[in-house]
Nanobody, 120 residues
Framework: QVQVVESGGGLVQAGGSLRLSCEAS????????MGWYRQAPGKQRELVAT???????NYADSVKGRFTISRDNAKNTAYLQMNSLKPEDTDVYYCNVNVKRSSGINRDYWGQGTQVTVSS
């Protein structure tokens, strides 16, 4: 079993910054892809940013230039640095990890989510 725990959400004023963390633990051979997604009530979950184990990154157009994803493989942890936050960034942010198990099969795991609220 793999556990994914996010932290770092909170309330911030527009223009401010927050840093989210996501730590994966449990039994797996390797973490391949780590990513952040967000979801507002009544809407579909959308991609924010992803990072491979080779540090290749991908961002949603809405966050390019403002958010930065990174990871520390030794700590099985991904980070999302969010700068120049806007009220429309208000959402629950979820971490996703895609792990390769000893069987060679990859599987996705999700965290419980962390609330980010940006006030105008």
């Amino acid at each position: 079993q793999v556990q994914v725990v996010e932290s770092g959400g909170g309330l911030v004023q527009a223009g401010g910054s927050l840093r989210l963390s996501c730590e994966a633990s449990g039994r797996f051979f390797r973490i391949d892809l780590m990513g952040w997604y967000r979801q507002a009530p009544g809407k579909q979950r959308e991609l924010v940013a992803t990072i491979t184990n080779g540090d290749s990154t991908n961002y949603a157009d809405s966050v390019k230039g403002r958010f930065t994803i990174s990871r520390d493989n030794a700590k099985n942890t991904a980070y999302l640095q969010m700068n120049s936050l806007k009220p429309e960034d208000t959402d629950v942010y979820y971490c996703n990890v895609n792990v390769k198990r000893s069987s060679g099969i990859n599987r996705d795991y999700w965290g419980q989510g962390t609330q980010v609220t940006v006030s105008s």
